[in-house]
């Protein structure tokens, strides 16, 4: 080998060792997840329900702000299907690149308890915020004759498996309310599935079942109307809304809790400075008086719990509704 190969060579080891190092900064520096750039176009937000339920409100309600906030339009996107499953699994192998978030409730952690061929645990995602809470509340038809919660669990201890509850479907929250409440109040009482919270509702005010588990905000109309009546929220405290309502925590069942919560999160291995930036984002949005005051007005409490603690609340809620799961004889063979 002469000195000209040896040139050669060097030139060739000193080129290559260029566009490497080039190829790193671009990697590192000159992608979307950087920080300093980030966010450079605009974001999703998948709902994983359909327009106009509970969910989807929470989304618009967050998204004009988010949006002024992080100098970018934030979209809501509605991926409906299999009681959210859908919406949620197209989330979970999405780019772990901060343009893709997930809105969704307690579905995140109940489905894979109860449904067959669910691949996603909510530890396969980052949370970034737990927004919003609403109790669930236990109603039956104004004509009813049952006026306080003891009417109805005496009711259903005296003759078990007639009363009957409508639910959205297994995996829903009305669905681990009812069978939580079957389980703390040792009764037996018929499940009835449904699709959606508005034919659950139907089913309750036709006559065809006996009880319903909405959360507050999706019945506040039906009180309002005169056409339910509420027997007990299960909350430690009582709500704003229904100030003549008494809690399961009054009425000495303490730890009969049930809370629909909508939270947002993002793909596991998300870039931990998006990951802040967007937690700061949502922290923000949910201390603006406007986005308060609009999500109070339907009946949300305002919750604004961010990763670390929000982290903590996800494990609590897995060990509790694994529990009722299995309680139910629900759990996903």
Known sequence: MDKRDIRRIKRFIGGFFTITLAVVFLLVWGTPSNAASYPAKSITIISPFPPGGGNDIVCRALSVKLSSILGQSVVVSNKAGGGGAIGIQSVKVAAPDGYTILSTPPPIVMLPLTTKGINFSHKDF??????????????????????????????????????????????????????????????????????????????????HVTLAFPESGAVLGHLQSGTVRALVVMAKKRLKDFPNVPTTAEKGYPKLITTSWHGFFLPSNTPAPVVKKLADAFHQ???????????????????NIGPAEAAKFLMDEDKKWSEVARASKAVAQ
């Open 126 to 207: 980052i949370p970034l915020n737990i927004a919003v809470s609403a109790p669930s509340v236990l109603v039956v038809k104004s004509d009813a004759p049952w006026k306080e919660l003891e009417d109805v669990i005496a009711e259903a201890k005296k003759k078990p498996g007639k009363l009957s509850y409508a639910s959205t479907g297994f995996g829903g929250t009305p669905f681990f309310a009812g069978e939580f409440f079957k389980m703390v109040t040792e009764t037996e009482i018929t499940h009835v599935p449904m699709n959606g919270i508005a034919p659950a509702m139907s089913a309750l005010l036709g006559g």
């Open 285 to 303: 949005a949910l201390t603006d008086k406007e986005v308060v005051a609009s999500l109070e007005k339907l009946g949300w409490v305002i919750e």
